[in-house]
């Protein structure tokens, strides 16, 4: 599985942006898939996590700030992120987990400037 993640770039404190994850192949219901982010000297720490059922998980970070969201039938995962603070900067990536198996996505860059 190949995982591409777009949709990063330069927004100023307060703005929105909406990432993209699109998988290579198809994704089923058996698959979590979550976006981590790694902050410039920091670890890479999980943002949020969607699985096949529905059920999301929020770091306490952006909980109420960013809604993630997936569709099977499109083979595709999304982060909206509202209210973006420069807190948020760093570089997303997307991750798909199936029976124990890990693929990444290879990052996009969300830049916040105050």
């Known amino acids: 599985v190949q995982l591409q993640a777009f949709g990063g770039g330069l927004v100023q404190a307060g703005g929105s942006l909406r990432l993209s994850c699109a998988a290579s192949?198809?994704?089923?219901?058996?698959?979590?898939m979550s976006w981590y982010r790694q902050a410039p000297g920091k670890q890479r720490e999980l943002v949020a996590r969607?699985?096949?059922?529905?059920?999301?998980s929020y770091a306490d970070s952006v909980k109420g700030r960013f809604t993630i969201s997936r569709s099977n039938a499109e083979s595709t995962m999304w982060l909206q992120m509202n209210s973006l603070n420069v807190e948020d900067t760093a570089i997303y990536y997307c991750?798909?987990?199936?029976?124990?198996?890990?693929?990444w996505g290879q990052g996009t860059q969300v830049t916040v400037s105050s």
């Open positions: 969607i699985n096949g059922g529905g059920w999301k």
């Open positions: 192949t198809n994704t089923f219901s058996s698959d979590d």
């Open positions: 991750e798909l987990l199936r029976y124990s198996r890990v693929y």
